[in-house]
């Protein structure tokens, strides 16, 4: 079985899981209904009742008590063994867990959190309520997350992930973080993320970093202090939507963010990173390419009021904004920019936009520019 369709068998394993336990994979799939949290056939679960919390797997019991961590991890923890396909674990009820603590993921795991995560105090390192490292075939069905964390969802060097339904209302930390930096040699692969609001980070919506195969539906980002998506050195990415307001404010972050050689396969950057639409309202910048990366289309873009540029293209290669339309309205001017650490903007297309109020500026020129069917209004243009 080649890669994607590994992946793609993985991330739909759930739904096909028996009563017993075990999974089968139909010649052809019937479309079903989306199950509500919760539902269908699970393997072990832990329940609230009142202050206490009972993880059960099957007719055992295997945790009582007030600790709503200790339970899930129970629950998780009574899997079975050494098993080589999914098993589902289903919270039900809401409780609070230490930023200090984390409720652990191995291989083959679904979590299925049905309620709300309050998580509470502080904490140090790559502590999250929900974390894996080093494993394969995780998937987050549904989570809701409020409270302090220092990451509401910590993966690292993983493979074949899939997160669901996601909601973090924070007042501070990071809201998803992926990435391979235990093992740098090798990357993190074949991740999906189905949709994501985070609001209240003091940090990024969503961080990826030593990504290889990556697709998201939705990033919706409020008032974070960072940016709303941000991908270092990440390939093969499908993007649909980045929605952020107020992301970055006061800072160079942005709404979207490209950055460490993202996009770079080997030594060069053919298009392999792609973004359906990016709409950014005040905050920082909306779309940020930086530090050697590129290899990128972005679709559509509608700016507004951005604190910082709207757009700054730096040191970047292959970029493609606005290939279908665009509009970017106030806020910071649109730059075409470069340092001198790195080699100059190079293949870089902007088209289809109207800039309204605000400006477009190429300094230094860069190589093989192209600016194409551009409509200012009382905006100034300054380009080579």
């Known amino acids: 079985m080649g890669r994607r369709a590994a992946f793609l068998a993985a991330a739909g394993a759930t739904a096909l899981l028996t009563a017993a336990g075990t999974m089968t994979a139909p010649a052809t799939a019937a479309p079903t209904r989306a199950l509500a949290c919760g539902d269908g056939s699970y393997q ?11 993880a059960r797997r099957g007719g055992s019991t295997v945790y009582t008590g007030t600790d709503m961590r200790a339970a899930v991890q129970a629950a998780v923890n009574s899997l079975s063994a050494g098993r080589t396909s999914k098993e589902r674990v289903v919270v039900r009820g809401s409780g609070s867990i230490s930023a200090g603590s984390r409720i652990s993921l191995p291989s083959y795991t679904v979590l299925d959190v049905c ?7 502080t904490g140090s390192g790559d502590q999250a309520p929900v974390y894996s490292r080093g494993t394969r075939d995780v998937e987050v069905q549904n989570l809701k997350l409020t409270g ?26 990071l809201g998803i973080r992926i990435d391979n930096r235990g093992d740098t040699s090798q990357w993190t692969r074949n991740v999906r993320i189905d949709n994501v609001y985070v ?141 001198s650490d790195f080699p100059n903007n190079k293949d870089i297309t902007i088209q289809n936009l109207t800039v309204t109020n605000s400006a477009i500026r190429e300094s230094p020129c860069g190589e093989n520019t192209t600016f194409r069917n551009i409509t200012r209004v009382n905006s100034s243009q300054t380009i080579c």
């Open 148 to 173: 302090t964390p220092l990451y509401g969802i910590f993966m690292r060097n993983v493979q074949n992930v899939v997160l669901g339904q996601i909601d973090m209302r924070l007042s501070r930390g």
């Open 199 to 339: 609001s209240g980070a003091s940090s990024h919506a969503v961080e990826t970093y030593g990504v290889d195969g990556i697709t998201i539906g939705t990033v919706t980002a409020r008032n974070v202090g960072e940016s709303g998506l941000l991908l270092n050195q990440t390939i093969n990415a499908n993007v649909t939507k980045v929605d952020a307001e107020n992301a970055g404010t006061g800072t160079g972050y942005a709404a979207f963010r490209m950055a460490n050689r993202n996009g770079r396969v080997g030594s060069g950057y053919p298009t392999n990173i792609r973004v359906g639409e990016v709409t950014a309202r005040g905050g920082g910048r909306g779309v940020f390419c930086v530090s050697e990366s590129g290899g990128a289309v972005i679709n559509k873009v509608t700016l507004s009021n951005t604190g910082n540029n709207s757009v700054l293209i730096e040191n970047c290669y292959n970029v493609n904004l606005a290939a279908q339309s665009g509009t970017i309205n106030g806020g910071g001017e649109l730059r075409l920019a470069a340092r």
């Open 115 to 121: 309620g709300t995560i309050n998580v509470t105090g």
């Open 44 to 54: 072990a679960e832990a329940v609230q009742s009142g202050s206490n919390w009972t």
